[in-house]
Structures are given as structure tokens and as C-alpha cells.
């Protein structure tokens, strides 16, 4: 019996946005016979593999569907109580449906072209109020990848700028209190090493009598502590601020609802995790960070800031401010190495606020401190000799009892987790959907870990202890917070999908038209990859829960490490980091560990093209190393000249070279061996940026170049949907001699370096945000090595069609051999300046009245565009955007002609808002149609922009972060 049409049917067909038909066209259109012919002359040849990849073959979405079901039965889903960061949380309805589900919010790219993203970027303003209001702080970003990232750039920001300021030097240390998360010290320790900052790590209570001899720049304290208690840091605090020492406080969000705000009693930087406010477990994320300091850190601060700025019609508009694009201009001088932060979790986080408000944050806390209250009097009035020690706490408690190892098998038989901090001591951490029945289930293991039989169901009353709190009355809040009116409008799901959807009305996504932005790859994000981040048994498991708890996670990710090694050719593998730049980072600090470990310490030497992408250099300066920039030839390859001289200038000190391949000017570099070679030849290791692997994936095995270490960016090559500015993965994957050095975590210490002492942990959780891991899993599984190779040709097809129709318009500003470039292509737009006026910056504007978000502009060259099509978009959808720069082109020859002059024309003006068009008196030398509609496609697809053009300059004069 023949296959079903839908068990038959091949997902690259579905993935692949071009027909076959479209595919032998555009090839005709290049004067080649087939897709093979192509190849061949396009990718040099003896760096082509050989044969196809050993994977599976691929599967239909019913069987997918079908397979991924079955593995999510083995997680088991249990009632954790561990607490560490982590909670159970009740994630809204109107919010997973609306946002996460939807793919307006998860297929944006992050907000660099504000009048197009105007919805995000007031749900992520949202999110910055937010955060200023309930940490008592001044100013706050957007988002960061997790708790100990943020805590680690927290101490990286007060280091920089005191030492900016001359205040300190090398020989200052950082304290670190013993009672912070595990993961957080793990991830601080790793970042100081790096740096070569040495570390304190001990009670806050020995801060002022142990070490007031000691040169301190920084201390990081926790509130509440890891272990629950509240702590009164009065004296701390103020022993800090007379010795300029910068105080950095990790805080649970939830309780400040209750709890005096850490900026009301002296910190400088507050960070933790949203990842209560309905975002989901996850395995461990992606939840968004946040990060909360003064005003004088503003130039300092990590990650994207969202700021107020106005239109030309001064109407009050969002955009990035200050950082935007930072890394890409300032390279090893940026503040930070963050692209991609989590814009998706933290605008689901600023919808969870909102559709609570202040009175529904303020019951919520008030429920789970009650409940924790309840379970310590009925453990103390119902058990014998067990104690509570958390003097004051607001949702976890911490048991002293000479009974944990019964305690840990009666509640593994009952599905349940604690946290076991040692033979005498336990945690129990409750949240938001704790319940009556869950207190009893409590009190059962211990009744029974006590008596040795079975639990009776107490009948308990309690006196209402509702407005009291377990914690001294001057940390008790009295400040407001949630005041602007956003925050109490949306109280109904009504009120607040409706919200919602005026907001994504406002952004262009991947359900308009291509992002060709260049280096990001934005392709298709399947619905069928993407099902699995709504299923109960992979989004409500703790991140340290026993293994034998996850074991359809442990497959998941055993089996994507294998296919991903078998995609690269290496022979290791972490999925620990959770960006693109935090894998550049990993992979640095993997290097640096495998020289110390050989008594190399000199080499921190990083040569960096500037064809490399453009987070490298930051990367680079975070892991404590000097950047020294490589030079390119005319023709885009790297100057082997040059770097043969600076190779031989720091032979002794040479560490790494950090290349992209193909590189960002959009060609494959014929003599990449020869160039990894002459490091090779010279003690050095190579690193290969992954942001270009969808030009390698089937054809060329980045191991098999010689490269030692690459990340992986799967937000770009393997479908993780970019959520608006994140989340997304960087896995990195190293050659033999550096596994032993691959980052591990404190809660799960892997076996290939159990020997190696130096722990290097780059994440809070042990797989950085596995539940999105899922989603890479199901694109390799349902394309098959057939169809991943197919996705790479199609997309070095797409960028040589596009080249092609597009070169006698604009000047293709690198090629490669065969007059051919790789995925991407740069077309050079600075003539247009000298002739017009007209600056890339216009041309990235009038798009937006044609329906597209544009290309990457001014990276990697200045006063150019860089555009990748990807793979995923058909050969009409390609010829619309064609047809779009093409007139565009048209618009500056008719000021070139002096039809319209340079200061007022159809480019200087856009976008044209629908405000423009709709006014009664039209002011422009142009007709309403030639702004709106300039090609006939456009009547039936029109986007408008909902703001004029944004004045940059206006918003970061005038920075203002929060809702006014």
C-alpha cells in the first residue's frame, strides 16, 4: 500500500520557500544547468565534503509530532520545591496563547529599526518599569540571559568603570557572599579568572572584621539568601559605601511586593530573574534577566536599554537607546558583548505585571507567604525535633533534621523534591501554585520519615496571620511601585489581548515579508518545531531535579549533541551557552583554560579580522584578552601579509585567531587552511564564529578546516525562532585536545572532565535554556541530512540570484571565486551620499514604505547593506524585495537628475506614517501615492509604520527608561 500525500510528504518542501520550477529558474538566470553545477563552482572544492551527513533520515511533521510526544513521557513531572532561582509559576492564558504562541511576537528580530518595532518596544519599556519600580532603581535594561550572567555583568560593569575612573587597580579584590546561588558564584568565579580578578568568597557577616585590610572593589550579597533568610545588611551597606565599595544585590522579584527595595537601602546594582512572572521552568530556561542600577551607570550598562525619544511630527516614540549596535561599532571598547538578550521572556514577564498589576503581585506574594508560614507551624507542632532555621524568610524554608536520607526516599516515592543542602539541612521553597493539598503532601513525608508510618490528614486551624510577615518590620515595603497607568488598564483578558494585538500590529515580523538582515539568518521558524514549548512535560521541570526525572530531555540533548557534532566534525560539545556571544566567550575561556592547564599563561593574544562578526571583539576583552585587528584585502579576504606579521610580532603571546566563515563580507575564503595554519604553525588555536553556518551545513564540516573551536548560533541556522531579541543558543563544539576543558555547572558535573579542577561555568542551568532545545532537535529531524544540505544550497542560490538581478544597480561590494558570493552579499550604498545625500540610513527607512524591515546596515562596512535571503523564501517573495531596492534606486536617480531635491525627497522623508497620508494638507513634492504605494504589489500588502522617523539623537540626549 502506497504512503499517505502526508506521510509522504518531504518537510524541506514545506521548509524550502522556492519550487523546484522557481529553484531551475533562478539557476537559468545564473547560466547553470543544475543546483550541483552550481555548487561546484561556487564552494571552493577541496574544502567540500565528500559524502553525506550520518544522520537520520528525515521524517514527516504527523510522525515528528508523534515521536516528540512519546520522548516527553519520560519526564516526569514531579512537585519540586528546590527553589535555587526556579519556581513553578502560572503562566496566563491570554498571554501563551497571544505571545509565545504567536508568531507576530516570536519571528521580529530585536528592535534596530524602531519605526517598525514600535510594539515590542513598549512591551519591553513595559518591562523596565517594571523593574525600576519593584527594585527601587533608577534605570534598567531590557532583559539579560539569566541570573548569574547578569551577576557577572553587574561586577564586570562596577569593575570597568571604577577602573575607568582610576579608583582602583589589579591588586583590588570582588566579594562574593557564600550564601548567593551556587550557579551565580560558578558563573562569577569563571568570569573573574578570565579578567584576573581575584575573588573573597564568605559570609557578608566577616566582610567588615575578616577583610578590612583587604583592597575591595565590589561585594554581591543575596535578599533573600539562597538558604531563605532575609538578612538586615544595615551595617554591611553602610561599611561599603564608606570604603567605595560597590554593592551588587540579587533579589527574588516576587518579594519585593513585600519587601523594602534593595535600592532604598544602598545597592548600586540589583539584578535576578523574571522567570517567576509566568515565565515556565523549562529544564532551565530561557527566562529574562534583569538588571536594575543608578543613572551614573548609564554608559556602563549591559545589554539594551529601550529608551523615550520623538518622530519628526514630535510624537512620543520607543527605540534602543545608547548601546544600539554597540559591539559592532565599538568592538573591543563596548561594554558588553549582548546581541541577543530575551526580548520574548521578558515581554511575557511585562504582560504577567500588567495583567496583575500591583494589589494582584502584592496577593500573590501574600498567598505564598502565608503558605510558607502555615507549613513552618505544622512542622514544628506536629514533628519531634526538627527545627526551622530561617529566622525570618519569605517563601522558603530551611529544615534542620538528622532525617534527609529518609526524608529524600519518602519523597522520591512521592514525586516530590526538595533541595538537600547537606546531611542535616533541606530547603523547601514554595511558589504561586502552592496549595492546601500541597501542605498536607508535605507534611506527609515528614510524618512518615518521623513516625515510620502513615501520614493521618491533620485537621489544622490556624489564626489568620494574613497582614504579618516573617520578616523585620522596617525591610516591610511602603513604597508604591506599578503606578503608570499601563499597569492597571489590563486586568481582563479582554482588555489586555486587545492590548497585545495593538501592539504587534505595530511590528513587522516574518508574517509580513523576509528580514534579510545579513548574519542573522531569519528563516522560516515551523510550527511543528515549535509545539513542544507549550507541553506540560517539557516546560515544568526544575533545572536540578534527578536525572532519571528528565529523561526525555537527556535524550533530546544527547542526541542533538550527537548531531550537531556530526554537522561540525568535532569531537566535543556544550549547549551550556545561551547566545551566540556567550558561545564566543565560552569558546575564549575554553582556550585560556587549555593554556593554563599547559603553564602558558602569556597567551592572550586574539588577531580578529575585521571581516569577523562583530561581537568577537567584546567577547574577546571580557575573557581578558587583547585585541589586535587583522587587515583585509580589496577583494574581502583576510590580508595573509598582515597577519603573518602580527603572528610573528606575538609568536609567545599569540592565543587565538577569531575568524568568520564564510566571513561577514559574504564570500568563502579559498585559503582558510592556509590561514588556520600559520596559527597553527605558531602555537595558536582558531575560533570560528558560527553566525554564517548556513552556508557550511551538509557541504562543509568546520572541524575538517582545522578550526579548534566554533559556537553555533541555533537561533540563526537551526530555526530557534528570535523572539524580537532573543532567547537563543550558542552551543560551542571543540576538537579533542580542548574537550577536557568544555564548560560544566556545580549541579552536573559532566564525565569527561570530572578530573579537571577549574570548573568554567558560562550558565545558570546546566544546558542554558533547554526548553528551546527542542526546536533545533525537531529541524534536524525533519529535514535529514538530505534536507539540510539542500536548505545551505538554496541559500547560497537565493544571495547569488539576488546578486545577480541586482548588480547593475548597485555595486556588490566583495565576490568571491567565480565571481560568486556565499549566503550573503554587501551592496555599497556610499556613493549615494556624495551624489544625493542619501545615506544607507534613508534607504533603510524608505523600505519600510515597501513592507520590509531592511537589511543589516553599516556592518560589517560602514554606508552598506548586508543581506541574506535565507533559504526559507520563495523566488517571488525574493522578487519583490528586488523590485523594491531596484525602485528605490529609481527614487535616487530622480534626485541625482535634480527632479527632487536632496533635503526634501521620497527618502529623506520616510517612513510615511498613515498619518501622513490621511492629513488634510499634503506637504511634500511628491503625490500621496508615490510615499505609499510605489509599486502596484504594495496595495495588497501594506504595512504602516505607526511613527515617523524617530529622532536618535533626541532619545539619547534626553534618556528616559520607564514609562512616563
Not at 421 to 450: G, P, R
Request: proline content about 4%.
Amino acid at each position: 500500500m502506497k504512503k499517505s500525500y502526508i506521510r509522504k510528504k518531504k518537510f524541506y518542501h514545506r521548509h524550502i520557500g522556492s519550487s523546484c520550477y522557481e529553484i531551475n529558474n533562478m539557476l537559468k538566470e545564473l547560466k547553470y544547468s543544475s543546483i550541483r553545477d552550481f555548487i561546484n563552482q561556487t564552494v571552493p572544492k577541496k574544502i567540500r565534503l565528500k559524502k553525506k551527513l550520518n544522520l537520520p533520515n528525515s521524517i514527516s511533521e504527523y510522525q515528528y509530532l508523534n515521536h516528540i510526544y512519546k520522548i516527553s513521557k519520560r519526564n516526569k513531572i514531579y512537585r519540586s520545591y528546590i527553589g535555587l532561582g526556579y519556581k513553578n509559576t502560572i503562566t496566563p492564558s491570554v498571554i501563551q496563547r497571544n505571545i509565545l504562541e504567536n508568531p507576530s511576537w516570536y519571528t521580529p528580530y530585536t528592535p534596530y529599526q524602531s519605526e517598525i518595532s514600535q510594539g515590542r518596544l513598549e512591551a519591553l519599556i513595559n518591562f523596565q518599569t517594571m523593574i525600576s519600580d519593584l527594585t527601587g532603581m533608577k534605570i534598567s535594561n531590557a532583559s539579560m540571559l539569566d541570573e548569574s550572567t547578569a551577576a557577572s555583568d553587574a561586577m564586570f560593569m562596577i569593575y570597568q568603570e571604577k577602573m575607568k575612573k582610576k579608583q582602583i587597580d589589579n591588586n583590588y579584590y570582588f566579594f562574593i557572599s557564600d550564601e548567593i546561588f551556587p550557579q551565580t558564584f560558578f558563573v562569577l568565579k569563571t568570569r573573574c579568572f578570565g579578567l584576573g580578578i581575584r575573588i573573597i568568597n564568605d559570609s557578608h557577616k566577616n566582610f567588615k572584621k575578616k577583610y578590612n585590610n583587604k583592597k575591595i572593589f565590589g561585594i554581591i550579597i543575596s535578599y533573600p539568601s539562597s538558604l531563605g533568610e532575609i538578612y538586615d545588611y544595615t551595617e554591611t551597606v553602610k561599611y561599603a559605601k564608606n570604603h567605595n565599595i560597590s554593592i551588587i544585590v540579587s533579589t527574588d522579584l516576587l518579594s519585593l511586593s513585600l519587601l523594602k527595595p534593595p535600592g532604598e537601602w544602598g545597592a548600586d546594582v540589583v539584578i535576578g530573574s523574571s522567570q517567576s512572572f509566568g515565565i515556565p521552568m523549562g529544564y532551565g530556561g530561557p527566562h529574562a534577566a534583569f538588571f536594575s542600577t543608578h543613572e551614573q551607570y548609564k554608559r556602563f550598562l549591559p545589554g539594551r536599554i529601550i529608551g523615550i525619544s520623538v518622530d519628526k511630527k514630535n510624537k512620543k516614540a520607543f527605540r534602543m537607546a545608547l548601546q544600539t549596535r554597540e559591539q559592532h561599532i565599538k568592538r573591543e571598547k563596548a561594554t558588553s558583548n549582548i546581541c541577543t538578550a530575551q526580548a520574548l521572556p521578558a515581554v511575557m514577564a511585562s504582560m504577567y505585571a500588567l495583567y496583575h498589576g500591583k494589589n494582584g503581585l502584592i496577593e500573590i506574594a501574600k498567598c505564598i507567604h502565608e503558605y510558607t508560614k502555615k507549613l513552618e507551624f505544622l512542622l514544628i507542632n506536629n514533628i519531634n525535633s526538627i527545627f526551622q532555621v530561617n529566622t525570618f524568610y519569605f517563601d522558603t524554608l530551611r529544615i534542620k533534621t538528622d532525617f534527609v536520607n529518609e526524608i529524600k526516599k519518602i519523597s522520591e516515592r512521592k514525586k516530590t523534591n526538595f533541595r538537600y543542602v547537606d546531611k542535616n539541612h533541606l530547603t523547601i521553597t514554595l511558589d504561586e501554585t502552592t496549595s492546601k493539598k500541597d501542605i498536607n503532601h508535605i507534611l506527609s513525608i515528614f510524618y512518615e520519615a518521623y513516625n515510620k508510618n502513615k501520614y493521618k490528614k491533620i485537621k489544622y486551624r490556624i489564626k489568620n496571620t494574613y497582614d504579618e510577615y516573617r520578616f523585620p518590620s522596617f525591610l516591610k515595603r511602603t513604597s508604591n511601585f506599578l503606578k503608570h497607568k499601563n499597569f492597571h488598564k489590563f486586568h481582563s483578558e479582554n482588555e489586555l489581548m486587545r492590548y497585545i494585538k495593538r501592539l504587534e500590529k505595530k511590528d513587522i515580523s516574518l508574517i509580513h515579508s523576509m528580514i534579510p538582515l545579513g548574519s542573522c539568518t531569519m528563516k522560516l521558524n515551523a510550527s511543528s518545531e515549535l509545539f513542544s514549548l507549550s507541553q506540560n512535560e517539557w516546560k515544568n521541570i526544575h533545572p536540578f531535579v534527578p536525572k532519571k526525572q528528565a529523561m526525555g530531555y537527556y535524550f533530546v540533548i544527547q542526541q542533538l549533541k550527537k548531531y550537531l557534532k556530526e554537522i561540525t566534525g568535532f569531537s566535543g560539545i556544550s549547549l551550556q551557552p545561551n547566545s551566540g556571544a556567550q558561545g564566543e566567550y565560552a569558546g575564549l575561556m575554553v582556550i585560556k583554560h587549555y593554556y593554563h592547564s599547559l603553564k602558558e599563561y602569556k597567551r592572550n593574544i586574539a588577531l580578529i579580522p575585521s571581516s569577523s562578526h562583530g561581537t568577537n571583539p567584546a567577547s574577546a576583552n571580557m575573557a581578558g584578552m587583547k585585541v589586535i585587528s587583522i587587515d583585509t584585502t580589496s577583494s574581502g579576504a583576510i590580508d595573509k601579509n598582515d597577519l603573518l606579521k602580527k603572528v610573528k610580532e606575538n609568536k609567545d603571546l599569540l592565543s587565538v585567531l577569531m575568524v568568520t566563515y564564510p566571513s561577514t563580507y559574504g564570500i568563502y575564503e579559498k585559503d582558510i587552511q592556509g590561514i588556520i595554519d600559520i596559527i597553527h604553525e605558531n602555537g595558536g588555536q582558531v575560533y570560528m564564529d558560527g553566525a554564517n553556518m548556513n552556508a557550511q551545513v551538509g557541504l562543509i564540516k568546520p572541524a575538517h578546516l582545522g578550526i579548534d573551536v566554533c559556537h553555533l548560533n541555533l537561533h540563526k541556522t537551526f530555526a530557534i525562532p528570535h523572539g524580537g531579541g532573543g532567547p537563543g543558543m550558542g552551543p560551542i563544539c571543540v576538537a579533542s585536545h580542548l574537550k577536557p576543558f568544555l564548560p560544566n555547572h556545580p549541579f552536573q558535573i559532566q564525565e569527561y572532565n570530572k578530573k579537571n579542577k577549574k570548573i568554567l561555568t558560562i550558565s545558570s542551568s546546566p544546558y542554558g535554556s533547554p526548553l528551546i532545545l527542542t526546536i533545533p532537535y525537531a529541524y534536524i529531524r525533519l529535514l535529514g541530512p538530505y534536507g539540510l544540505k539542500k536548505c545551505t544550497e538554496i541559500s547560497v542560490l537565493n544571495a547569488n540570484y539576488i546578486k545577480k538581478k541586482l548588480d547593475k544597480f548597485y555595486n556588490i561590494l566583495y565576490v568571491g571565486e567565480n565571481n560568486a558570493v556565499a549566503h550573503e552579499l554587501i551592496i555599497d550604498c556610499r556613493i549615494f551620499k556624495y551624489s544625493t545625500n542619501i545615506e544607507v540610513i534613508d534607504i533603510a527607512k524608505r523600505m519600510m514604505d515597501y513592507g520590509y524591515h531592511a537589511p543589516t546596515i553599516s556592518f560589517p562596512v560602514e554606508g552598506c547593506m548586508m543581506i541574506e535571503p535565507t533559504e526559507s523564501e520563495s523566488k517571488e517573495e525574493l522578487d519583490r524585495f528586488i523590485e523594491t531596492l531596484i525602485s528605490i534606486r529609481k527614487e535616487i536617480k530622480e534626485i541625482e537628475d535634480g527632479k527632487f531635491s536632496k533635503k526634501n525627497n521620497v527618502l529623506k522623508n520616510a517612513p510615511h506614517s498613515i498619518e501622513d497620508l490621511t492629513q488634510n494638507k499634503w506637504i511634500y513634492p511628491y503625490d500621496r501615492e508615490k510615499a505609499a504605494y510605489p509599486l502596484y504589489w504594495i496595495k495588497d500588502r501594506k504595512f504602516w509604520p505607526s511613527v515617523n522617523r524617530i529622532d536618535d539623537g533626541y532619545g539619547d540626549r534626553n534618556l528616559n527608561c520607564t514609562c512616563i
